[in-house]
């Protein structure tokens, strides 16, 4: 039996990919920048500010939180959602440590 895509790469190539596909998508990038922005937030007001269906906002609010970008507390009929600090900042410290790998390379492609 042959190997999964997953298996072929390390635990931290997958979990970075995991990582970015979590935020691979406009509406969730949308979702996240209104969450900072506002500090919290009802899944309702994300429906007047984004422009999106109802179960749309839904569907990417679930994306976020199974990635454990955010979380929710329920009040009442409502979900009030925030920014996971702790793994807000676990994704800082993997991404900057993705990006300040790339050195300039002073004859590449010209």
């Known amino acids: 039996m042959g190997l999964t895509k997953s298996e072929i790469f390390t635990e931290r190539q997958n979990r970075l990919s995991s990582m970015m596909k979590a935020l691979a998508h406009p509406a969730r990038i949308a979702i996240v920048q ?12 994300l429906v007047d500010e984004l422009g999106l269906a109802q179960p749309t ?6 994306e976020l939180k199974n990635a454990g970008l955010i979380k929710g507390t329920i009040e009442g009929t409502s979900v009030c959602y925030c920014i996971d600090e702790k793994t807000w900042k ?11 790998t790339y050195q300039a390379a002073t004859n590449c492609c010209k």
């Open 34 to 45: 209104h969450l900072i922005k506002t500090n919290a937030c009802i899944c309702g007001d």
């Open 57 to 62: 906002i839904s569907q990417h609010l679930k």
């Open 90 to 100: 676990m994704y800082q410290k993997e991404f900057a440590a993705f990006f300040v």
